[in-house]
């Protein structure tokens, strides 16, 4: 049973830093496309960042590029986001979503074709 658990949300100050993490079981992370995506009241779910199941490279949002560091650690089964620079509109909830296609048949992680969600955890900046 394919499972993704977020954890490290909270309460940041602008500037400050967070590292988000998304525990995975019942699949071999490496063969799976890895997106994080975020939501803040009222708005759409917006995708930051994906990882190729193909060659490991990741792809970031204008919106967070230079900002936001994607990884993985394949035998820990475990995608972090670490996320510097916070600014008050990067408050939303965080969510981790997996899915297995073939990234030479799916090369991005639109949110309409990750299968696997974790429930999301909260970040929220503020002073």
């Known amino acids: 049973q394919v499972q993704l658990v977020e954890s490290g949300g909270g309460l940041v100050q602008p500037g400050g830093s967070l590292r988000l993490s998304c525990a995975t079981s019942?699949?071999?992370?490496?063969?799976?496309?890895i997106g994080w995506f975020r939501q803040a009241p009222g708005k759409e779910r917006e995708g930051i960042a994906c990882?190729?199941?193909?060659?490991?490279?990741?792809h970031y949002a204008d919106s967070v590029k230079g900002r936001f560091t994607a990884s993985r650690d394949n035998p820990e089964n475990t995608v972090y986001l670490q996320m510097n620079s916070l600014k008050p509109e990067d408050t939303a909830v965080y969510y981790c979503?997996?899915?297995?296609?073939?990234?030479?048949?799916?090369?991005?992680?639109?949110?309409?074709?990750?299968?696997?969600w974790g429930k999301g955890t909260l970040v929220t900046v503020s002073s």
């Open positions: 979503a997996a899915d297995p296609a073939s990234w030479y048949v799916r090369p991005h992680c639109a949110s309409d074709s990750m299968n696997y």
């Open positions: 019942g699949f071999t992370l490496g063969y799976y496309r």
């Open positions: 990882i190729s199941n193909s060659d490991g490279s990741i």
